[in-house]
């Protein structure tokens, strides 16, 4: 199960969406805003990767086999415990994060402690300005559609967006 705090930071931001749409007035910042968090969450779901880093907690299988954690890319993971929280020895788990930015956790013994709870960051950028220009743009048109197409159920994102997510889509097979 994987569970994560909100760092308040938006991937894109409100100024640059009001720039585009050619919005001067304050008067719709609050949909504006949901409309932002709501294209970051599409982005961070199509390309499979966390846009501006935050904590998450997991809990893992403590089976002795190599567990690979949800959110990516791993920028450190920070804390291994058992569920309850008690402490593990030094030399009863191992941690490791990949060159493709995977998180791995293992209990060393089988069957000790059972459940591994994990604390780890993840994120691309440590904030908005720090991630791809691509991401960021398709962000900022994915949100200006949604407004723009505010009572039209029918109408289909624009394809420029995931065009300039694609390159830096990573899926995982099984």
């Not at 409309?35 to 089976?63: I, N, P």
């Not at 291994?80 to 998180?103: K, M």
């Not at 720090?130 to 039209?152: C, F, K, M, S, T």
Request: with cysteine; net charge neutral; hydrophobic share 50%.
């Amino acid at each position: 199960m994987l569970v994560e705090r909100e760092s308040g930071g938006l991937a894109a931001s409100l100024a640059e969406l009001k720039a585009y749409l050619r919005i001067e007035t304050g008067a719709e910042d609050a949909v504006l805003a949901g409309l932002l968090r709501s294209a970051a969450a599409l982005c961070e779901q199509f390309v499979g990767q966390w846009l501006v880093a935050r904590e998450a907690r997991e809990t893992v299988a403590g089976d002795g086999r190599w567990q690979r954690l949800s959110a990516r890319p791993v920028l450190s993971i920070d804390s291994l415990t058992a569920a309850d929280g008690a402490a593990l020895a030094v030399g009863a788990y191992a941690i490791d994060v990949d060159a493709a930015g995977d998180g791995w956790v293992r209990a060393m013994r089988a069957g000790e402690p059972g459940v591994l709870a994990v604390r780890y960051r993840a994120g691309l950028a440590g904030e908005m300005n720090g991630l791809p220009e691509a991401l960021r743009q398709g962000i900022v048109r994915l949100a200006a559609d949604h407004y723009l197409a505010r009572g039209n159920e029918s109408a289909a994102p624009p394809a420029v967006v995931s065009a300039l997510w694609r390159p830096f889509r990573r899926m995982r097979l099984a």
